[in-house]
């Protein structure tokens, strides 16, 4: 019988039976290859489908389920810990994903040199045995309960993991692995998907937690399908540019644990170090008495960071006005730009406007809303805002300043940094506890924050 085809959407993992120029399940363009299905048989059984006949659940009551088994455990760092939502979880498979050279191994492995009493298999499908011994020499670590298996055969990783009964699996990467079943390549949309389906059930079943590194490709997601983010219980991605010392870990998904969490480190010469106080390392060398400058205080889960917003406002040259934004949404600076010329009085449409987030931070919420427009007033007007103050509220259509979660973590913070002034909403939720030291500027519009700092 002839071997049916099909095709695979690289971007999220799609089934069709033909090819289409546009994948009718995410709408991505260009994106499904072809590749042969897997027949039902014994020569090209899936790995997965070997694994799950050996095991036969049936169903119980939830009121029976015993969870105490599904205990965390520290990863000996505390960044990390945060991230993951207080520990890693027994049985539980964790993708962690960044672009070629960002940390990704070089923080595995700094794991196993943290973790004396667990049992570990390092599966290296990129690196020699002898390769990873330098690398584990550089980082520090030594110690006889970490097992080192340069292999990327499905089916011998599978039989070590029997034999050795590890406590945690670290599989660099999962585009290297194969399963000798399937006739498409390593790499392939089939392959990873099986083989990632494969170690997942393993894991299930041994209960060993399991890291798994995923490449992220020029696009900016993590090379292979998109499915992979579907099949783990939480991905994890390292942020940052390769030219820069800080990195920057955020999970993008968490069974376990929250999914607003992010865990700073420092690439030095001996690996990663932790950064226990972002916010003084994304204010370090900032410029004093210099227009188009202002901070604000963002929430990542629970942690209140400083971040300051630069923005550059120049007359524009031919035509049409140029914007940029980079660490805030391009739709958002659009309409703080928009607000402020109406509502503030300040003509910026026939100005180019660049607006940019120091150190690789990204900010998500709207509390940073009138720093921002304050960076930009500030550029507009040549005048500086004063080197000891803060921003914090949300811009409204209107030019209202509006409240903001978390107002007095985020005030405690500001004053423990040195501040001495902080803009805030005239109209907040809840009662504010004013920080010592710390001056409150209470506005209802942008035009009296303006006025009040510039």
């Known amino acids: 019988m002839k071997e049916r085809t099909k095709f695979y959407c690289t971007e999220c993992g799609n089934e069709t039976g033909k090819w289409y120029g546009q994948c009718p399940g995410c709408g991505a363009w260009n994106s499904l290859v072809e ?10 059984k899936s790995a997965a489908a070997k694994i799950s006949s050996f095991s036969r659940n049936s169903s119980k009551p939830i009121t029976e389920l015993d969870t105490s088994e599904e205990l965390r455990f520290s990863t000996g760092i505390g960044e990390l810990d945060r991230v993951l939502g207080g520990g890693a979880v027994r049985g539980s498979l964790v993708l962690v994903g960044g672009a070629p050279g960002i940390g990704k191994s070089t923080l595995l492995l700094q794991i196993c040199g943290l973790m004396p009493e667990e049992k570990i298999l390092y599966v290296t499908g990129e690196e020699s ?17 970490i097992y080192v298996l340069s292999e990327t055969n499905l089916d011998a990783i599978m039989n070590e993991i029997d034999t050795l009964d590890p406590d945690i699996v670290i599989i ?25 389906m494969a170690i997942m059930q393993k894991a299930k079943m041994n209960g060993f937690t399991c890291f798994v590194v995923g490449h992220v490709n020029k696009e900016g997601a993590i090379a292979g399908p998109k499915v992979l983010e579907h099949m783990v219980d939480c991905v994890l991605y390292f942020e940052g540019d390769r030219a820069m010392s800080y990195r920057i870990l955020r999970a993008a998904k968490n069974r376990f644990g929250s999914t607003n969490e992010i865990g700073v480190f420092e690439m030095v010469d001996i690996g990663l170090k932790e950064v226990p106080n972002p916010s003084e390392m994304l204010l370090s060398g900032r410029p004093k008495n210099i227009p188009g400058t202002c901070v604000s205080c963002v929430m990542e889960g629970s942690r209140p960071i400083l971040a300051e917003v630069q923005a550059l406002v120049t007359p524009a040259g031919f035509g049409g006005a140029r914007r940029n934004a ?6 958002r600076a659009m ?23 120091i150190g690789g931070l990204y900010l998500g919420e709207p509390a940073a809303d009138l720093a921002t427009v304050l960076a930009i007033a500030s550029s507009l007007r040549d005048r500086p805002i004063s080197y000891d103050t803060a921003a914090i509220g949300e811009v409204g259509l209107t030019g209202e300043i509006r409240s903001v979660n978390s107002i007095n973590q985020r005030l405690a913070e500001v004053a423990r940094l040195g501040f001495k002034h902080c803009v805030i909403p005239a109209h907040v939720r809840g009662e504010v506890k004013k920080p010592d030291g710390l001056e409150l500027i209470s506005v209802r519009n942008i035009r009296e924050a303006i006025d009040s700092v510039i």
Do not use: H, W
Request: charged share 20%.
């Open 35 to 44: 590749a042969p299905s897997s027949s039902f048989n014994t020569k090209n």
């Open 129 to 145: 045995q002898r390769q990873l011994k330098l690398r584990a020499q550089r980082l520090g670590v030594e110690r006889e309960s």
């Open 172 to 196: 660099d990467s999962i585009q290297t692995m194969f399963n000798g079943d399937l006739s498409s390549g390593a790499g392939s949309v089939s392959q990873v998907k099986d083989c990632t």
């Open 326 to 331: 980079n660490g805030i949404d391009y739709n």
């Open 335 to 357: 309409l703080l730009l928009a607000v402020l010329d109406k509502r503030g009085g300040m003509s910026v449409a026939g100005c180019d406007a660049y607006i940019n987030v």
